[in-house]
């Protein structure tokens, strides 16, 4: 433990590794095995049996995967990290890992696209419903709420409008029914937003964004904040003998380990029995972009600012949010959440609706028309007939799509040369 706590900057470098005893090699090496040998064969049935904790098989954990988990759980202020196939892998397995066949989910309804499908058509299949609420409207969680639930679900910045979650608003209800609250931090990296210290008990985030921040490769990553108490019966996976790992109940037989039962849960049954591993290599890349993400998240959020003041003057466009742009609904709350910056995404609305938003779309320079947030360069998309075109035009309309709607993902590039396409584009239409 170093003599006093480390800024998130330095942990970003070094939270989680030791150096590797045997190379002393300064980077986190990729360990490429499936298997890890036990010294003899008492020291396998201790791994077997939870006794003693170290590797045993790679779908379970890799060393390289985690330095990653501890390293965003420490940015996080978390008590544990799992990293995950993707981000998707992420969402699933963290609901999965609490409720099953007839528990319910209170969710905000302003998802990311694949979650709302997730959430809106898959649970459902496995006897899992979920209810659809407002963003910040509590009056409406509360109303939501049941004896069936087990869990609310938000995201800390809103898709497709950018609202920002009122976080402690959803803590101090999930607390008052003793419900876990998820939080999908992917549009606020633990540089800007650490969902823990406003009462979130579990924060997930798709590695694939700007964690990682290249668009390079797909993963996702929980952090499990350790105050949860899952002894509660209406928990049956927590309080029931498992079946899986001897009649063990999660949520007492883990001795030191009890803080962390959901994310010890998470990888003896997520990982284990379902596998949704994410590779070494994966997580080596991931670390890659930990080690800079709080120099690349206040140049994303600097030029996201920019481009935002930029649209709001311009005269063919109707309207902008952007939760840091002074008069946006959701600037009280960035205020309050997001003071180092409200992130790297800027909607807008362009004057002629969506034929000239699908023109600006089809004819802007620089920025990258495709399906993806976060990576280094600019990108766009116009979500109404892409990300989102699965949901019902009363879903869109509930979740505020508007079809004239233009979503950027702002990149690092010079920000005349960002404005200057943007410009240009405006000319065209
Ligand atoms: C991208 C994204 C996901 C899904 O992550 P993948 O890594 O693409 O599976 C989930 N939530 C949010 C908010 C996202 O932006």
């Given at each position: 433990m170093p003599k006093r706590p480390y800024h998130l900057e330095t942990l970003a470098l070094h939270a989680g590794q030791e150096a590797d005893p045997t190379t002393q090699a300064r980077a986190v090496p990729v360990y490429r095995t499936t298997a890890y040998k036990f010294r003899n064969s008492k020291h396998g049935a201790d791994l077997f049996a939870l006794r003693e904790l170290g590797n045993i098989y790679a779908r379970l954990m890799n060393p390289t995967n985690d330095v990653l988990e501890n390293r965003v759980a420490a940015l996080d202020g978390g008590a544990a990290g799992l990293s995950l196939a993707s981000g998707t892998s992420a969402v699933y397995f963290s609901i999965t890992n609490i409720l099953r066949a007839g528990d319910e989910l209170v969710?905000?309804?302003?998802?990311?696209?694949?979650?709302?499908?997730?959430?809106?058509?898959?649970?459902?299949?496995?006897?899992?419903?979920?209810?659809?609420t407002p963003i910040n409207d509590f009056a409406a969680v509360e109303k939501a709420v049941n004896d069936k639930t087990r869990a609310i679900f938000i995201e800390s910045i809103g898709n497709p409008l950018l609202d920002v979650a009122?976080?402690?608003?959803?803590?101090?209800?999930?607390k008052k029914y003793q419900l876990p609250l998820i939080v999908d931090s992917t549009f606020t990296p633990p540089t800007l937003l650490r969902p823990i210290e406003y009462g979130?008990?579990?924060?997930i985030h798709s590695l694939s964004k700007w964690?990682?921040?290249?668009?390079?490769?797909?993963?996702?990553?929980?952090?499990?904040?350790?105050?949860?108490?899952?002894?509660?019966?209406?928990?049956?996976?927590?309080?029931?003998p498992d079946r899986?790992?001897?009649?063990?109940?999660?949520?007492?037989?883990?001795?030191?380990?009890?803080?962390?039962?959901?994310?010890?849960?998470?990888?003896?049954?997520?990982?284990?029995?379902q596998g949704p591993t994410l590779a070494p290599d994966a997580a080596w890349q991931f670390l890659q972009g930990v080690e800079t993400l709080p120099l690349r998240m206040a140049k994303h959020c600097e030029n996201a600012l920019k481009v935002a003041e930029y649209l709001q003057k311009h005269s063919k466009v109707a309207w902008v949010r952007y939760p840091g742009l002074p008069g946006?609904?959701?600037?009280?709350?960035?205020?309050?959440?997001?003071?180092?910056?409200?992130?790297?995404?800027?909607?807008?609305?362009?004057?002629?609706?969506?034929?000239?938003?699908?023109?600006?779309?089809?004819n802007i320079e620089l920025f990258s028309l495709l399906a993806n947030v976060g990576d280094a360069k600019s990108l766009i998309i116009h979500p109404a007939d892409t990300t989102h075109s699965q949901l019902s035009?009363?879903?869109?309309?509930?979740?505020?799509?508007?079809?004239?709607?233009?979503?950027?993902?702002?990149?690092?590039?010079?920000?005349?040369?960002?404005?200057?396409?943007?410009?240009?584009?405006l000319d065209i239409i």
């Open positions: 969710s905000a309804v302003n998802l990311y696209g694949g979650t709302y499908t997730m959430f809106d058509a898959i649970l459902p299949q496995q006897n899992i419903s979920v209810r659809f009122d976080i402690a608003g959803y803590a101090a209800i999930a979130a008990d579990i924060v964690i990682g921040g290249h668009g390079v490769g797909i993963g996702g990553i929980v952090v499990d904040a350790g105050k949860f108490d899952w002894k509660n019966p209406k928990f049956a996976l927590y309080n029931e899986g790992y001897h009649g063990l109940r999660f949520a007492h037989d883990l001795g030191d380990l009890n803080p962390v039962a959901f994310a010890l849960r998470l990888r003896t049954v997520g990982l284990r029995n946006d609904p959701s600037q009280a709350l960035a205020q309050k959440y997001l003071p180092d910056g409200a992130g790297g995404m800027v909607v807008f609305g362009v004057k002629g609706g969506e034929s000239a938003a699908i023109k600006l779309v089809d035009g009363d879903a869109q309309a509930a979740g505020g799509l508007h079809a004239d709607l233009i979503r950027l993902s702002i990149g690092l590039e010079h920000i005349d040369d960002i404005l200057g396409a943007l410009s240009d584009a």
